[in-house]
DNA sequence: CGTATGGTTGAGTCCGTTCAAACTGAGTGG
DNA sequence: CCACTCAGTTTGAACGGACTCAACCATACG
C-alpha cells in the first residue's frame, strides 16, 4: 500500500527531497485529497520535504512568512510569547494538519516541533499562485480556516471559563477524539507533549496540570500508564468533567 | 454623501427591506468593497436588510446555519455557553464585520445584539453559490478568516495568560484601535457593552472587571467619563500595562 | 553510580471570586 | 418636584482555587 514502484524515504535531519506524494499514507487528511493527478503534479513541484527532531523551532513569530506547511507526521505545537517569557500555546498539529495561514507578511506565532516530525514545506508565493487558479482548493482552504476558528472559540470558553479539572478532561477527550479522526487508536490515547506544554495550552502551572491528572486518576476516570500513556477509564464521566457536571 | 437620489431607509424594527446599497456608507469596511456594480446587484438580490433592538437574539447555536450576516451598524457580540451558564463572549462586532461562518451546518455561537442594530442578512445557500462563481469573493472571506484567527490567538493569549489588569488595559487599547480602523474616534473610547460583557469577554467577573476599571483610574492611566466613555489619559502606558511590562 | 531532566507532592500565599451591601442614574408615577 | 423603583455598577469582607516556592521522586543516560 505505501509502496509504488519507489522504496525511497526522506531521512536526512533538516534534509529536503521532492519524491514520494504518490506514496504520502496521509494524503487523505491533507488539502492534497482535493487535487487531481495533475494538480498534485503542480503542487509538488513548489514542494519540499524536511524531517526535523523534536524541540526545534520550524519559524518564529514575526518571520517573513515565506512557506506554508503540512504536517506529515509527528507533532508541531504553536505558541506566542508575552514580553516577560509567559506562553501560550494555541494549539498542536498532528499528521495531515496544516500551519502558516497569515494574515500580513509575517508569521502571527512561533511553530516548534513537540515530537520528530516531517512537514511537507511549500513556497508561498507559488502556492498562492495555485490558490488563484484553483478555486475548488482556496475553497477547502476556507473550510479549513473554519473550522478552526470554531475550535480557537471552543479554547476560548475552555482558557476563560473552565476550572483546572474541566480543562484537564476537555483536553484529554480532544487529544482523544483527534487521534481517532485520523485512524489512531483514542484510547489509551498518547500525549506526546510534556506537562509544561499541557499547562502553558490549558492556561495552568506545570503543578495544577500533575495535580489535576493525579485528582482524575484517584476518581477512577483515568489510569497513568507512563511515558504520556492515558487509559479512559470511564469515558463518560470523563466529558460529564469536561462540561461542568 | 449618503442621499444617491432616494431619501429611503429601513426603520421597521424587525423588517426588512432591499433598498439602498448604493447609499451603503460603510461599505468599504464590508467584503461588498471587492465588488463591481452588476456583482453587487446580484448580492443585492439575496440580501434583506434587518434592524433589530439591543439585546435581541440573532441567532442561537446550534441553529440551522441559513444565513450570513454583515454589521451595518450597531454591536453584536457572540458567545457560547455552558451547560450550568457560564458564558464566554468569543467576540464583538462592530459596522462592516461579517459574522455567520460555521464549518458545519449548524451556528457554533449564538449571536446577540448589544446596541440597537442594522444587519444586512444573506441567504447563505444563494451566497455560498456567488462565492463558487466569484473566487475574488472567496479569496476576500479566507483574508478574514486568517485575520480572525490570529486575533483569535491573541484573545487565548490573553484569557490563558493575562493578569486581570492586563486584559482590562488590552481590552480597552483593542477598542480604541478597532474605532479608529473603522474611521471613528479612538480616544476617548466608548464602551457601549456592560461591565458583565466585558467579563464574559475577558475571563473575569463584574466586580473584578469594575474593580480593575477603578484602579486604572487611580493610576491615572484612563478616566471614566460616564456612560460607557474612557478617556485614555496615558495611552503609551496603557499599552504598556497590557504587555506586562 | 552520579547526574540531569521531567514529574509529583507539600505548604503557604495571593489574585480573583463569592457573597453581601451600598451607590448611581434613568425612568415612572403620585 | 420628589419619592420610588430597578438595573447596573461600585465597594467591602471573606473565601478558595490555582499559583509559587520548595522538596522529593522516577526514569534515562553517561
Known amino acids: 500500500m505505501e509502496q509504488l514502484g519507489t522504496h525511497r524515504h526522506g531521512d536526512r535531519i533538516l534534509g529536503g527531497d521532492r519524491q514520494s506524494c504518490g506514496e504520502c499514507e496521509i494524503r487523505d487528511l491533507t488539502f492534497c485529497s482535493v487535487l487531481t493527478a495533475e494538480e498534485m503534479a503542480r503542487v509538488r513541484a513548489c ?39 509567559r506562553r501560550q500555546i494555541t494549539g498542536f498539529l498532528f499528521a495531515g494538519e ?8 509575517t508569521y502571527a506565532y512561533t511553530a516548534e516541533t513537540v515530537t520528530e516530525a516531517k512537514l511537507c514545506r511549500f513556497s508561498r508565493r507559488r502556492l498562492e499562485k495555485l490558490f488563484d487558479e484553483w478555486p475548488h482548493l482556496e475553497k477547502h482552504l476556507l473550510g479549513i480556516a473554519a473550522s478552526e476558528l470554531i475550535a480557537a472559540q471552543d479554547q476560548m470558553v475552555l482558557l476563560g471559563r473552565k476550572t483546572a479539572q474541566e480543562k484537564m478532561a476537555s483536553f484529554i ?21 510534556n506537562r509544561a506544554d499541557i499547562g502553558d495550552y490549558l492556561g495552568l502551572t506545570i503543578e495544577t496540570v500533575s495535580r489535576t491528572l493525579t485528582q482524575l486518576k484517584n476518581k477512577g476516570v483515568i489510569s497513568l500508564m507512563g511515558s504520556g500513556h492515558i487509559l479512559l477509564s470511564k469515558p463518560d464521566d470523563l466529558g460529564d468533567l469536561a462540561e461542568g457536571f
Open 173 to 193: 477527550l480532544m487529544m482523544s477524539e483527534r487521534a481517532e479522526a485520523r485512524g489512531q487508536d483514542g484510547n489509551p490515547v498518547t500525549l506526546p507533549m
Open 47 to 85: 514542494r519540499t520535504e524536511v524531517k526535523l527532531p523534536a524541540h526545534h523551532t520550524i519559524f518564529h513569530e514575526a518571520d517573513e512568512a515565506d512557506h506554508l506547511f503540512n504536517v506529515t507526521s509527528g507533532v508541531v505545537k504553536l505558541y506566542k510569547l508575552l514580553a516577560d517569557g
Open 98 to 105: 496544516f500551519l502558516g495561514l497569515a494574515a500580513n507578511r
